[in-house]
Every structure is written in C-alpha cells, then in structure tokens.
C-alpha cells in the first residue's frame, strides 16, 4: 500500500463523515472500488511487475551474450585481416611518397608566398591536362597552382604516363583497403586497430617545395632567400601568424627589423612578419 491508496482511503472516510448517514449505498460503491483497486494493485505488484521485469531481464543477458558473441567475432576476423590490411597501406604509403616525389621533381612548387611553408598536399592531378597540378600549403591551407618544370614534350609524355600508372597502382590498392574494411566488419564495424590502419591508407600526398631562384644583382633578395626553414617556424610561432603592426594574416611577408643594406641579419630576433601593405609603407630606416 502506498500513499496514494493511503490519502484515497482518507478521502473516502471525510466523505464518509461529511455526509448523511442514509448515502451508505454510495459509500459502500465507493468501499468496493477502493478495495478493487487496491487488490488489483496488490496482484499486479506480487505477479505482473516481477514476470515483466524477468522478461526484461532475460533479454538483457540474451543482449549481452549477443553482443559478447559479435565482439568475439569482429576480433577473430579482424586479426586475420589486419596483417593483409598493413601489407595493403603499406604499399599506398610507398606510392604516396613516389608520387610525392616524382611530382615535386616534374612541377616548380616554390615556398608559400603567404607564410614560407614548403611542405604542400596535392589536391587536384588532372590526367587529361597535367600542365598544372593544384596544391594547397600544409600549415596555412593558401591554394595555388603549380607549373611543370620541363617544357620537352618527349619528357613531360614520358613522366605524365608514369605518374598516371601510379595513380592507377593507388587507386587499386585503394579498392583493396576498401574491400578489406568490409570483409573485417561485423554488423557495420570492425575492431579499433583495423580502422586505424584503414585511416591510414588515404592520407594525403605531400609534395616538398623549393626556394624560389633569387634575381641578381638583389643582395637583399639573395640574404632574405637565405633564412633558415627553422628561423621562419619559429618567427611565424612568435608572431602567431599575422602581421605585428595591423594584426592581418593575409599576404605575409618575412620583414627584417634592421635591413639587409643596413647590416641587418637573417635571425630569429631580426625577423618579423608584415602583411604586404606595411612592408611596403616601413622605411628603410634603423630605429
């Protein structure tokens, strides 16, 4: 008995005591459908409540020894895949480097005019039109295009046909990885360690850049193409990657403090990020 039925019995009795004692036919109606209720209560307390709750029970642990099963089963299929798997993206991390390295040896890729960065990734590699490939700077995402170095139409024939026979090997490979996935995958999932190296098999083709050729007769020019890649991540950490004087991130220039003609050096100290617009309006002279 709780307190509901308790405060329906207090209910019942003040209605009782309120009234005249000639309604006793309606007070004994009453009387009887507490009781009923309170009985029905009692019965589905002590049999219904207990039956639904084991039903409950049972098919948590038939849950339980479902999915026990289903682990077991996703850890046996993938430890089997997993070897062939690493052997797969192995063999794509291979051809990703070889196409990262034949494409930064067939395409001029100069440093980020934005923040000197010199590693790019690969975004677009038309087989149809190779003249340019599409990149985009690995530590500030600036896209730009770049051109093919040698113009000998035998040569660029012969190193387009093999970087598009690359292409085809990683596309394959690609497929494999894919089907591997599934074949390890136990009502739509596959184990930790297999989706890691899953991951792995389509990270992005990194080219490495190079300086751009300095003009002559520039020693300033030549001095500033000469700063130290590590002087350049350290500067662009200190500055937080926006120009010291207006705050802007866009078109980012290495500026020396003290000038090269002046005697400036190419030091951590000496360098300072400017955007285009105050490089060119800050004067040549020292303090």
Not at 25 to 44: D, K, S, T
Not at 128 to 155: F, G, M, V
Not at 158 to 185: C, D, G, P
Request: with cysteine; net charge positive.
């Amino acid at each position: 008995m709780n307190a509901f039925h308790i405060d329906t019995i207090a209910l019942f009795l003040a209605y009782k005591s309120h009234n005249d004692p000639g309604d006793n036919i309606v007070f004994i109606l009453f009387m009887i459908a507490v009781v009923v209720f309170l009985l029905w209560g009692l019965w589905y307390n002590l049999f219904v409540k207990p039956e639904e709750e084991e039903k409950k029970r049972q098919l948590n642990i038939k849950e339980a020894e479902r999915r026990a099963l289903v682990d077991n089963q996703r850890k046996q299929i993938g430890e089997a895949t997993l070897p062939l798997l690493s052997d797969v993206v192995s063999r794509l991390e291979k051809i990703n480097r070889d196409i990262g390295r034949a494409l930064s040896g067939q395409y001029f890729v100069p440093f980020c005019s934005k923040c000197e960065g010199h590693i790019f990734i690969l975004e677009t590699f038309d087989q149809n039109h190779h003249q340019t490939i599409k990149i985009y700077c690995q530590r500030c995402n600036r896209k730009s295009w770049a051109k093919l170095k040698n113009k000998n139409p035998e040569d660029t024939l012969t190193n387009h046909s093999r970087l598009v026979e690359m292409f085809k090997r990683k596309t394959i490979e690609e497929s494999k990885a894919k089907e591997l996935l599934q074949s390890a995958s136990v009502e739509g999932n596959a184990i930790q360690p297999i989706r890691n190296t899953y991951y792995r098999a389509f990270q992005h083709i990194l080219i490495e850049g190079e300086e751009r050729k300095p003009k002559r007769n520039s020693t300033d020019k030549v001095l500033r193409t000469l700063i130290p890649q590590d002087v350049r991540d350290a500067v662009w950490r200190r500055d937080g990657g926006k120009c010291v004087q207006c705050g802007s991130n866009k078109r980012l220039e290495f500026d020396h403090i003290i000038p090269i003609a002046k005697g400036g050096s190419n030091t951590y100290r000496n360098i300072q990020l400017l955007c285009e617009e105050c490089n060119r309006t800050k004067s040549d002279k020292i303090g």
